[in-house]
């Protein structure tokens, strides 16, 4: 090892990473073969309850849609572990729902779920059953044909207890009663979780181990009465033994005296036995398995090969960074920045390129004109179709802080968000090209009278959760956070399968520095889209997007538009309309015609409400994106009761302003800050569109 050592000193950089990868992979691969045997999650126990549904019919082809959504790598939307969904119509509806333990990570969970989705309806399981559950040590899948969430239900139910037996039950078993009794209060008080796990003194030797939890869609104090009669029955399945579970539908405890939780290494553990409650169980499942759970050794093994690949990985870094990067450091600065360079030279066009494309800006080419320039459509010699924004020659921004600026937008994307292919300097020239969207913009169909038959249900539906996805990654996902400012219909384009992708996002940086992350002195927005924190004053937040949003999606139900409402005689604006018949008991009147008699009732009241929620006057009652795509796509979630809408005094004359279906396509109007609102006429001509950056 010592000559080895010294061989190192005059090796090169690379030779000398090698050498570190080498012995990183040899370490790890040890510990991958040591542990790949029990990476597999443990089967605990099944039900199969209800009748049988016959092979081929809607309720099975169904339940093939629902479990893979409840399995799904890619699902983003569990929260807490916790997941619900439903597949098809009454009466072959599915419910269904996942639950894992709280103190796994979502890798270790999706791999759970995956396992039990597919186990859940083998032969071996239920293969047939309406209504089944399985427990595996890390998760728990269950389906329905009833409605089951947000319910506490305590049966059917297992026990498992540890066949060996503590020293001395009279005093362990007033230590356990405590132990469980805090957690209990601890699970119920831990935000929406619904999790606890701790630890107490047995004897100056031994610890006793405690977890509880319960599925995160019941209240806690369901929870509570869930937990507390599952405790009550201990002293009947486990009394006098060293471990003990009692496993719920809604709720679940375990208790051991070694450490089972996942961040806990732990010794092997002495073997459990199921003794499951006889006045729930069918016949058969008294036999079903034996069950030794793994969780403890899982964990010593996975604290190993954590510490030692990361020591070694330590080791390596400072070496590598000694030997290559330390004596090169001139050389390397000057590396990044060639890097940097190329990054902006892979997104630039030549103006030739783009003006060929766009036949030389043309007149029968061009899409649309806005405050900061002119929209074209163009097509490139590879035959794809660009749509290129010609900016105003006034920005007064320099070519390199303006290539930085696009080099650090076109690294947004997502399905949802307009894509930015790049960008061309010459002279005093600058085109941004995007993508084109052949279906144009979200008001050119919603706002048409004959194009609105277009936009049905789903698809509006779709659009709703689209947006709300895209706005999420804007707030909350991207390397950048980004408060958009101006989300409106046409600011929403439609590509060839009617998908909506957010435009006009970030561009806005490349001129206006007059701005923090908290206000500004300029406010500029669209009238009928601007949260009133924003337009009096010049506030603005991820509330003010959700502000926007809210008026955005009663403007997709309604099929009408915020600042061009016609129903002068019945409300002065349409969030006033919607919120009068919502407190009318009248929802549905809100819809709009082509809707009423097509659209999903139950999904049509519950986007209403939640863009009554959105529109709320105080900012603290409006919720954040990730709140408003939970209460989307499950609803099992419920929902605060709204109050009366921000309400905007000023003239409700219809005002259709020169547009293009492309970003920040119409007249750039802004409110200073030293004129009251009946000064500034501004307010119902404003059309263009401010984002904030800034990195996270």
Same mark, same amino acid.
């Given at each position: *090892?010592?000559?080895?050592?010294?061989?190192?000193?005059?090796?090169?950089?690379?030779?000398?990473?090698?050498?570190?990868?080498?012995?990183?992979?040899?370490?790890?691969?040890?510990?991958?073969?040591?542990?790949?045997?029990?990476?597999?999650? =443990?089967?605990?126990?099944?039900?199969?309850?209800?009748?049988?549904?016959?092979?081929?019919?809607?309720?099975?082809?169904?339940?093939?849609?629902?479990?893979?959504?409840?399995?799904?790598?890619?699902?983003?939307?569990?929260?807490?572990?916790?997941?619900?969904?439903?597949?098809?119509?009454?009466?072959?509806? /599915?419910?269904?729902?996942?639950?894992?333990?709280?103190?796994?990570?979502?890798?270790?969970?999706?791999?759970?779920?995956?396992?039990?989705?597919?186990?859940?309806?083998?032969?071996? %399981?239920?293969?047939?059953?309406?209504?089944?559950?399985?427990?595996? $040590?890390?998760? *728990?899948?269950?389906?329905?044909?009833?409605?089951?969430?947000?319910?506490?239900?305590?049966?059917?139910? +297992?026990?498992?207890?540890? #066949?060996?037996?503590?020293?001395?039950?009279?005093?362990?078993?007033?230590?356990?009663?405590?132990?469980?009794?805090?957690? &209990?209060?601890?699970?119920?008080?831990?935000?929406?979780?619904?999790?606890?796990?701790?630890?107490?003194?047995?004897?100056?030797?031994?610890?006793?181990?405690?977890? =509880?939890?319960?599925?995160?869609?019941?209240?806690?104090?369901?929870?509570?009465?869930?937990?507390?009669?599952?405790?009550?029955?201990?002293?009947?399945?486990?009394?006098?033994?060293?471990?003990?579970?009692?496993? %719920?539908?809604?709720?679940?405890?375990?208790?051991?005296?070694?450490?089972?939780?996942?961040?806990?290494?732990?010794?092997?553990?002495?073997?459990?036995?199921?003794?499951?409650?006889?006045?729930?169980?069918?016949?058969?499942?008294?036999?079903?398995?034996?069950?030794?759970?793994?969780?403890?050794?899982?964990?010593?093994?996975?604290?190993?090969?954590? #510490?030692?690949?990361? #020591?070694?990985?330590?080791?390596?870094?400072?070496?590598?960074?000694?030997?290559?990067?330390? @004596?090169?450091?001139?050389?390397?600065?000057?590396? +990044?920045?060639?890097?940097?360079?190329?990054?902006?030279?892979?997104?630039?066009?030549?103006?030739?390129?783009?003006?060929?494309?766009?036949?030389?800006?043309?007149?029968?080419?061009?899409?649309?004109?806005?405050?900061?320039?002119? #929209?074209?459509?163009?097509?490139?010699?590879?035959?794809?179709?660009?749509?290129?924004?010609?900016?105003?020659?006034?920005?007064?921004?320099?070519?390199?802080?303006?290539?930085?600026?696009?080099?650090?937008?076109?690294?947004?994307?997502?399905?949802?968000?307009?894509?930015?292919?790049?960008?061309?300097?010459?002279?005093?020239?600058?085109?941004? =090209?995007? $993508?084109?969207?052949?279906?144009?913009?979200?008001?050119?169909?919603?706002?048409?009278?004959?194009?609105?038959?277009?936009?049905?249900?789903?698809?509006?539906?779709?659009?709703?959760?689209?947006?709300?996805?895209?706005?999420?990654?804007?707030?909350?996902?991207? %390397?950048?956070?980004?408060?958009?400012?101006?989300?409106?219909?046409?600011?929403?384009?439609?590509?060839?399968?009617?998908?909506?992708?957010?435009?006009?996002?970030? *561009?806005?940086?490349?001129?206006?520095?007059?701005?923090?992350?908290?206000?500004?002195? @300029?406010? !500029?927005?669209?009238?009928?889209? *601007?949260?009133?924190?924003?337009?009096?004053?010049?506030?603005?937040? !991820?509330?003010?997007?959700?502000?926007?949003?809210? +008026?955005?999606?009663?403007?997709?139900?309604?099929?009408?538009?915020?600042?061009?409402?016609?129903?002068?005689? &019945?409300?002065?604006?349409?969030?006033?309309?919607?919120?009068?018949?919502?407190?009318?008991?009248?929802?549905?009147?809100?819809?709009?015609?082509?809707?009423?008699?097509?659209?999903?009732?139950?999904?049509?009241?519950?986007?209403?409400?939640?863009?009554?929620?959105? /529109?709320? $006057?105080?900012?603290?009652?409006?919720?954040?994106?990730?709140?408003?795509?939970?209460?989307?796509?499950?609803?099992? =979630?419920?929902?605060?009761?709204?109050?009366?809408?921000?309400?905007?005094?000023?003239?409700?004359?219809?005002? $259709?302003?020169?547009?293009?279906?492309?970003?920040?396509?119409?007249?750039?109007?802004?409110?200073?800050?030293?004129?009251?609102?009946?000064?500034?006429?501004?307010?119902?001509?404003?059309?263009?569109?401010?984002?904030?950056?800034?990195?996270?």
């Amino acid at each position: *090892m010592y000559c080895m050592i010294i061989r190192t000193k005059n090796m090169g950089c690379f030779n000398l990473l090698l050498f570190f990868i080498y012995l990183f992979s040899l370490s790890s691969l040890l510990i991958i073969q040591n542990t790949a045997a029990q990476a597999q999650p =443990v089967y605990v126990y099944h039900f199969c309850l209800g009748s049988n549904y016959t092979t081929n019919s809607a309720f099975q082809k169904n339940l093939n849609i629902l479990l893979p959504s409840l399995s799904s790598p890619n699902n983003s939307r569990i929260r807490n572990g916790y997941y619900n969904s439903t597949a098809g119509r009454n009466p072959d509806t /599915v419910y269904g729902s996942l639950q894992c333990r709280g103190d796994i990570s979502s890798e270790d969970c999706q791999t759970c779920a995956e396992t039990a989705a597919k186990d859940i309806i083998t032969d071996e %399981r239920c293969p047939t059953s309406k209504q089944a559950i399985i427990w595996y $040590e890390m998760c *728990m899948i269950r389906y329905s044909n009833q409605y089951y969430f947000n319910l506490m239900q305590d049966s059917p139910r +297992v026990y498992l207890l540890n #066949v060996n037996n503590v020293t001395d039950p009279v005093k362990f078993n007033p230590i356990l009663a405590d132990l469980l009794n805090d957690l &209990v209060k601890k699970a119920i008080t831990n935000g929406s979780s619904n999790f606890a796990t701790a630890d107490t003194s047995f004897n100056d030797f031994q610890k006793v181990y405690g977890l =509880v939890q319960c599925t995160t869609d019941i209240l806690p104090r369901r929870c509570n009465e869930c937990l507390v009669g599952a405790i009550s029955e201990l002293p009947n399945c486990c009394y006098g033994k060293q471990g003990g579970r009692v496993i %719920r539908p809604s709720c679940n405890l375990r208790y051991e005296l070694y450490p089972f939780a996942q961040s806990a290494p732990t010794p092997s553990p002495p073997p459990l036995s199921p003794f499951p409650s006889p006045p729930v169980l069918q016949p058969s499942s008294t036999n079903t398995s034996t069950t030794t759970p793994n969780a403890k050794g899982n964990s010593s093994i996975l604290a190993i090969s954590i #510490v030692i690949p990361s #020591v070694i990985a330590a080791l390596a870094t400072i070496a590598f960074w000694f030997f290559c990067f330390r @004596r090169k450091r001139t050389k390397t600065q000057k590396l +990044v920045n060639v890097d940097d360079e190329m990054q902006s030279t892979e997104l630039q066009f030549n103006f030739s390129t783009i003006s060929g494309a766009t036949d030389n800006f043309s007149e029968a080419n061009k899409l649309g004109e806005g405050g900061f320039g002119s #929209v074209y459509k163009g097509t490139l010699s590879d035959g794809q179709e660009i749509a290129v924004k010609r900016l105003s020659k006034n920005s007064g921004q320099g070519a390199q802080e303006f290539k930085n600026e696009v080099t650090l937008v076109a690294k947004l994307q997502h399905r949802n968000l307009v894509r930015l292919l790049g960008f061309c300097i010459d002279g005093e020239e600058k085109l941004l =090209v995007y $993508e084109f969207m052949p279906n144009g913009s979200l008001d050119q169909f919603l706002f048409d009278p004959d194009k609105c038959a277009h936009l049905d249900w789903e698809r509006r539906y779709k659009i709703i959760g689209g947006i709300a996805r895209g706005l999420l990654y804007l707030h909350e996902e991207s %390397r950048l956070k980004i408060i958009h400012r101006d989300l409106k219909a046409s600011n929403i384009l439609l590509d060839t399968d009617m998908n909506p992708k957010i435009g006009d996002f970030g *561009m806005a940086r490349l001129f206006v520095v007059d701005q923090t992350q908290a206000n500004t002195n @300029r406010v !500029v927005g669209t009238y009928g889209y *601007m949260a009133p924190e924003y337009a009096m004053h010049g506030q603005f937040s !991820v509330k003010s997007d959700v502000f926007s949003f809210g +008026v955005l999606v009663i403007e997709i139900l309604s099929g009408q538009k915020n600042n061009c409402f016609q129903e002068s005689d &019945v409300s002065q604006d349409l969030l006033s309309y919607a919120w009068r018949h919502w407190k009318n008991g009248s929802p549905v009147e809100l819809l709009d015609s082509t809707l009423k008699d097509t659209c999903s009732r139950s999904e049509a009241m519950r986007c209403i409400h939640i863009g009554l929620l959105c /529109v709320q $006057e105080n900012v603290a009652d409006r919720p954040t994106m990730p709140t408003v795509l939970l209460m989307l796509n499950s609803h099992s =979630v419920s929902l605060d009761l709204p109050s009366a809408p921000a309400f905007f005094a000023g003239s409700t004359r219809c005002i $259709e302003p020169k547009s293009s279906p492309y970003l920040g396509q119409s007249e750039e109007q802004g409110i200073p800050q030293d004129k009251s609102p009946d000064e500034s006429a501004a307010w119902s001509i404003n059309e263009t569109s401010i984002s904030e950056l800034y990195p996270r």
